[in-house]
């Protein structure tokens, strides 16, 4: 049984930043790729960042140059450094690891945490 587990959302101004986490902990042999998604509400889940195990990244167009993401192996746990945040930011943050496991590796998901950027 593996469980991804986000943290540290909350609410903020247009300009503040946040730093999100998502730890994972089960069963694990190991962890490829990292990621965060979000969902605003009515619309699709959009991409935001990813992370490989040796740390190479990629990102949104919407989030290059304002957001960061990082990851500690050790402790199975990927990060969200926001920057500069924007009202369209606002959004559902779920993180999403690639693990394997004792049976084939697959896309675990996070419940996911709530980020508002609001004056």
């Known amino acids: 049984q593996v469980q991804l587990v986000e943290s540290w959302g909350g609410e903020v101004q247009p300009g503040g930043s946040l730093r999100l986490s998502c730890a994972a902990s089960?069963?694990?042999?190991?962890?490829?790729?990292m990621a965060w998604y979000r969902q605003a509400p009515g619309k699709q889940r959009e991409f935001v960042a990813t992370?490989?195990?040796?740390?190479?990244?990629n990102y949104a167009d919407s989030v290059k140059g304002r957001f960061t993401i990082s990851r500690d192996n050790a402790k199975n746990t990927v990060y969200l450094q926001m920057n500069s945040l924007k009202p369209e930011d606002t959004a559902v943050y779920l993180c999403?690891?690639?693990?394997?496991?004792?049976?084939?590796?697959?896309?675990?998901w996070g419940q996911g945490t709530q980020v508002t950027v609001s004056s």
């Open positions: 089960g069963s694990i042999f190991s962890i490829y790729s």
């Open positions: 992370i490989t195990r040796d740390g190479s990244t």
């Open positions: 999403n690891a690639y693990i394997g496991t004792n049976l084939a590796p697959r896309d675990y």
